[in-house]
């Protein structure tokens, strides 16, 4: 099997996932980052009444439409205390930000714009322009009005409204369930004390964190030895476990000790492709198990992220009717980039700000696929495309930003 074009990989993963549309019902306190299921209708309306929206007094444009104006203040209206009364010709009413505006009244003064004169009288100082400083009922949403459509990601704005909707849980969307599987004999788990041929294990950590940021669950199936029995019960584990995605860590390349391929495929996965033109991530193994999805990673940590942010992000953020992330930029290379061979590079790299306020792009001068520490220390990747002739300093790349938030 020839090497599969990047993007091409990505466009055949993509396009035979679809949206899961399972629903639930969640608090508000923990639909932040969900989609809704449904449209969100206002259960009430918003404001519920003419409100003040400063503190001042409520009277009768017509009795103060001058500076002068000689008013008798009858009561006071905070909020949360309506004034029962109504206010007649040459009367005011104290009243306070969020408060009802009592009957007969139809602007508020602000309290700086009066002067307290004796006897519990006020005199405007300031031109009134009738209806100020007025909420009217309904000016932010009225009962039934779908405020949130369907589709729609909860961030705080949005949290804060379906409150004031009066809606103390929400129909969304589920959360894909991403069960991720290391393999190996050499790996064992952080805080252990690794044998003389064995290594921590660290994939499933990055890999975990990079899925839940992506919208799913995730379920560890912990470390599995180089067994094709022990490996065959992790997968049924994720089967039981009803698991939307299968993430295996190392061992899908055909090497003698590489099982997991021959393993899954004996448990029933058609495999749709493997072998990826890009460096680093090249042994990437995609395929399914009836309706899971199956991704295998490469073994070498840096080469499991690259090919996470590629490949197991977007499926996630699909799956979960997310929008994609957007992680693609332009910088200039702060040196010369060889020319390329028949692989995608993905090369790993910082990120400052030239005099212009563009990016500039300045690779690490080592990338082996195992050294962790430069892709913690990295900003963003240079995309080098197949066969691309060598790039002078000052030339605009492609990259791939690590961290979206440099993109604000």
Same mark, same amino acid.
């Given at each position: 099997?020839?090497?599969?074009?990047?993007?091409?990989?990505?466009?055949?993963?993509?396009?035979?996932?679809?949206?899961?549309?399972?629903?639930?019902?969640?608090?508000?306190?923990?639909?932040?980052?969900? #989609?809704?299921?449904?449209? *969100?209708?206002?259960? *009430?309306?918003?404001?519920?009444?003419?409100?003040?929206?400063?503190?001042?007094?409520?009277?009768?444009?017509?009795? =103060?439409?001058?500076?002068?104006?000689?008013?008798?203040?009858?009561?006071?209206?905070?909020? %949360?205390?309506?004034?029962?009364?109504?206010?007649?010709?040459?009367?005011?009413?104290?009243?306070? @930000?969020?408060?009802?505006?009592?009957?007969?009244?139809?602007?508020? /003064?602000?309290?700086?714009?009066?002067?307290?004169?004796?006897?519990?009288?006020?005199?405007?100082?300031?031109?009134?322009?009738?209806? !100020?400083?007025?909420?009217?009922?309904?000016?932010?949403?009225?009962?039934?009005?779908?405020?949130?459509?369907?589709?729609?990601?909860?961030?705080?704005?949005?949290?804060?409204?379906?409150?004031?909707?009066?809606?103390?849980?929400?129909?969304?969307?589920?959360?894909?369930?991403?069960?991720?599987?290391?393999?190996?004999?050499?790996?064992?788990?952080?805080?252990?004390?690794?044998?003389?041929? !064995?290594?921590?294990?660290?994939?499933?950590?990055?890999?975990?964190? /990079? =899925?839940?940021?992506?919208?799913?669950?995730?379920?560890?199936?912990?470390? #599995?030895?180089?067994?094709?029995?022990?490996?065959?019960?992790?997968? %049924?584990?994720? !089967?039981?476990?009803?698991?939307?995605?299968?993430?295996?860590?190392?061992?899908?390349? #055909?090497?003698?000790?590489?099982?997991?391929?021959?393993?899954?495929?004996?448990?029933?996965?058609?495999?749709?492709?493997?072998?990826?033109?890009?460096?680093?991530?090249?042994?990437?193994?995609? %395929? $399914?198990?009836?309706?899971?999805? #199956?991704?295998?990673?490469?073994?070498?940590?840096?080469?499991?992220?690259?090919?996470?942010?590629?490949?197991?992000?977007?499926?996630?953020?699909?799956?979960?009717?997310?929008?994609?992330?957007?992680?693609?930029?332009?910088?200039? @290379?702060?040196?010369? *980039?060889?020319?390329?061979?028949?692989?995608?590079?993905?090369?790993?790299?910082? /990120? @400052?700000?030239?005099?212009? %306020?563009?990016?500039?792009?300045?690779?690490?001068?080592? !990338?082996?696929?195992?050294?962790?520490?430069?892709? =913690?220390? $990295?900003?963003? *990747?240079?995309?080098?495309?197949?066969?691309?002739?060598?790039?002078?300093?000052?030339?605009?790349?492609?990259?791939?930003?690590?961290?979206?938030?440099?993109?604000?």
């Amino acid at each position: 099997m020839s090497l599969l074009p990047v993007a091409d990989a990505q466009e055949r993963l993509l396009n035979r996932a679809t949206p899961l549309h399972r629903v639930e019902s969640v608090s508000l306190d923990m639909a932040e980052g969900r #989609v809704l299921s449904k449209d *969100l209708k206002a259960r *009430l309306t918003q404001p519920p009444f003419d409100a003040s929206a400063m503190d001042g007094y409520a009277l009768r444009f017509e009795d =103060a439409s001058e500076p002068g104006a000689e008013l008798t203040v009858i009561g006071t209206s905070p909020a %949360g205390h309506a004034f029962e009364g109504t206010v007649g010709k040459g009367e005011a009413v104290r009243i306070f @930000t969020g408060a009802p505006v009592p009957a007969g009244a139809d602007t508020v /003064l602000l309290q700086e714009d009066a002067e307290r004169l004796e006897d519990g009288r006020i005199r405007t100082t300031y031109p009134l322009r009738k209806g !100020q400083h007025i909420r009217p009922r309904g000016q932010d949403f009225v009962e039934g009005e779908t405020v949130l459509p369907a589709g729609t990601v909860m961030d705080f704005s949005r949290l804060t409204v379906a409150a004031a909707m009066n809606h103390p849980a929400l129909d969304v969307y589920r959360r894909p369930l991403v069960a991720i599987l290391a393999t190996g004999d050499e790996l064992v788990t952080p805080g252990s004390e690794p044998g003389p041929s !064995q290594i921590i294990a660290s994939n499933t950590f990055g890999i975990a964190a /990079l =899925a839940r940021s992506a919208g799913a669950h995730v379920l560890d199936l912990g470390i #599995v030895p180089d067994d094709k029995a022990e490996i065959t019960a992790a997968i %049924g584990r994720a !089967q039981v476990a009803k698991a939307d995605v299968i993430v295996t860590l190392g061992g899908a390349s #055909v090497g003698d000790h590489d099982l997991v391929q021959a393993t899954m495929l004996a448990a029933g996965m058609q495999l749709d492709f493997w072998r990826i033109a890009m460096r680093p991530g090249k042994p990437l193994m995609v %395929g $399914s198990l009836g309706e899971t999805h #199956v991704l295998g990673l490469p073994g070498n940590p840096v080469s499991s992220l690259v090919c996470g942010l590629l490949f197991l992000e977007p499926l996630i953020r699909k799956l979960a009717s997310l929008p994609p992330v957007k992680r693609e930029a332009v910088a200039r @290379t702060a040196v010369t *980039l060889a020319a390329n061979d028949q692989r995608q590079d993905y090369i790993r790299a910082t /990120l @400052t700000r030239s005099a212009d %306020g563009g990016w500039l792009a300045e690779p690490f001068s080592k !990338q082996d696929s195992s050294m962790m520490k430069v892709f =913690a220390r $990295s900003d963003c *990747l240079i995309i080098r495309p197949a066969r691309a002739p060598e790039l002078a300093p000052g030339l605009p790349c492609p990259v791939l930003m690590l961290r979206p938030e440099l993109l604000s």
